[in-house]
């Protein structure tokens, strides 16, 4: 047989604040064949995702750091080439977190198989994979009701742009915040938010009062920082914050102090969770058909910025912090 040669996205170095293209290196790596149980799998797209700067720091966490001259990794789908596995066959459609690589070869307990029907392929690691369970799993933990008044920040990224739709669906009155007067449109023209304000226009608590005079119920938390400061001082008795991003510190050098009306906590009895959705993947077969129906009948439009080529996998990952996406970031690896 004849040998696979994949091109990989490793670690050349840990960044100091803002990631750069220094902090990558492509490399080039022989597969060794696929033995009993495992099978050969081609990458179609990879995810890039903000989480994954934490990931290039040498600290503890809750997901291992990657390592100096070796690949990354992340949600990825793909085909499997071949395979020595069980019931998973040449041609099925597979996801992993094997992404920031063309080819892998993995034991089969490593992947999840897919339906071919999944359009486009991509919306497995979107509004159907991890960033769409996300937004589900974190609206479940605010218990919102019909009639709340819930504040997204990053709502026109990946997981706030579905976290605004899904709330809508349950009735909540629903605004968000992006960088960007084209993406404040297209959140109130398109996604069917009720408001939304380009948070780079001003003070960012002033926005949010004007948009919502008389308070919010539920904070679904992307950003932390400036926002997290605005939602407490907006927030009504008894509100709820999602904490599931703050993309807004995840390059800084050094600690910065939270927000200084913490106090509001108190004062206001409110309720802060923080979650990682990889602790709900039992929950997924309720996901995908609740988010699965609504994509089907039309209800939840699915954005994506896809960019083309593994070798500019490092720069869409780092045009992430400065915004350059609308919806979920994806990089196609087989155009």
């Known amino acids: 047989m004849s040998r696979t040669i ?14 750069t ?59 499997v080439v ?7 066959k040449q041609g099925d459609m597979v996801t992993s977190f094997f992404g920031w ?79 960007s007067q084209e993406k404040v449109k297209s959140l109130t023209e398109e996604l069917g938010f009720d408001a939304a304000f380009n948070y780079k226009n001003g003070d960012v608590l002033g ?16 950003v932390g920082g400036d926002h997290l400061e605005a939602a407490l001082s907006a927030m009504r008795n008894h509100g709820r914050i999602i904490a599931c991003g703050s993309i807004s510190k995840y390059n800084e050098k050094t600690s910065s102090p939270g ?15 923080g979650f990682i959705v990889s602790d709900s993947l039992n929950q997924m077969p309720a996901f995908a058909k609740e988010v699965g129906a609504y994509i089907a009948e039309g209800k939840i439009v699915s954005r994506e910025t896809v960019v083309h080529g593994i070798e500019n996998a490092p720069q869409a990952f780092i045009d992430l912090f400065h915004g350059a996406n609308t919806g979920k970031m994806v990089v196609n690896l087989i155009s």
Not at 6 to 19: C, T, V, Y
Not at 117 to 137: D, E, F, H, Q
Not at 142 to 165: P, R, T, Y
């Open 21 to 79: 293209m220094e902090n990558f290196k492509l490399a080039s790596v022989d597969l060794p064949e696929p033995q009993s149980g495992e099978v050969l799998v081609r990458n179609h797209y990879m995810s890039v995702d903000p989480y994954m700067r934490g990931r290039m720091n040498d600290t503890k966490s809750y997901v291992p750091p990657f390592q100096i001259n070796e690949p990354l990794s992340g949600g990825a789908v793909g085909e």
């Open 207 to 222: 926005q949010l009062n004007k948009a919502a005079p008389d308070g919010i119920d539920i904070y679904f938390d992307n």
């Open 6 to 19: 994949s091109r990989e996205i490793q670690l050349a170095s840990r960044p100091q604040g803002l990631p």
């Open 259 to 273: 927000p200084n009306n913490l106090f509001m906590m108190i004062s206001k009895r409110i309720t802060m969770k």
């Open 101 to 179: 690589r063309e080819y892998f070869v993995v034991n089969s307990a490593e992947l999840q198989k897919i339906s071919g029907s999944v359009k486009p392929l991509s919306a497995a690691l979107g509004v159907l994979g991890m960033t769409g369970m996300t937004a589900w799993v974190g609206l479940n933990l605010a218990e919102v009701k019909a009639g709340e008044i819930l504040f997204v920040s990053g709502a026109a990224g990946a997981v706030g742009s579905i976290v605004g739709q899904l709330a809508k669906l349950r009735g909540c009155v629903v605004i968000g915040s992006a960088g």
């Open 82 to 88: 071949e395979s020595h596995a069980e019931g998973i």
